[in-house]
Nanobody, 120 residues
Framework: QVQLVESGGGLVQAGGSLRLSCAAS????????MGWYRQAPGKQRELVAA???????NYADSVKGRFTISRDNAKNTVYLQMNSLKPEDTAVYYC??????????????WGQGTQVTVSS
């Protein structure tokens, strides 16, 4: 069984920084892409940033230049460094692992979500 455990959310003032971590556990052979999504109240879940196993990254326009995604393949862990936070970054942030291969079968998994609140 694969689990994604997130940490690092919290309350921060505008202009501050937070670092999110997400560790995937289980008998994992490989993970294709890992990423972070967020969902604010009354809004749809949206992609924030993603990174492939080869290190290619993709960011939402709203976070480019402020957020940095990184990954430790050996630890099956993805990080999101968030700088210059704005009140509009307030949301529940979810970790996603795409095509996690366990015993020859690939599936997608989600973390439980971590709250990020940015005060003005």
């Amino acid at each position: 069984q694969v689990q994604l455990v997130e940490s690092g959310g919290g309350l921060v003032q505008a202009g501050g920084s937070l670092r999110l971590s997400c560790a995937a556990s289980g008998s994992i052979f490989s993970i294709n892409a890992m990423g972070w999504y967020r969902q604010a109240p009354g809004k749809q879940r949206e992609l924030v940033a993603a990174i492939t196993s080869g290190g290619s990254t993709n960011y939402a326009d709203s976070v480019k230049g402020r957020f940095t995604i990184s990954r430790d393949n050996a630890k099956n862990t993805v990080y999101l460094q968030m700088n210059s936070l704005k009140p509009e970054d307030t949301a529940v942030y979810y970790c996603n692992a795409e095509r996690v291969v366990v015993a020859g079968t690939g599936n997608d998994y989600w973390g439980q979500g971590t709250q990020v609140t940015v005060s003005s």
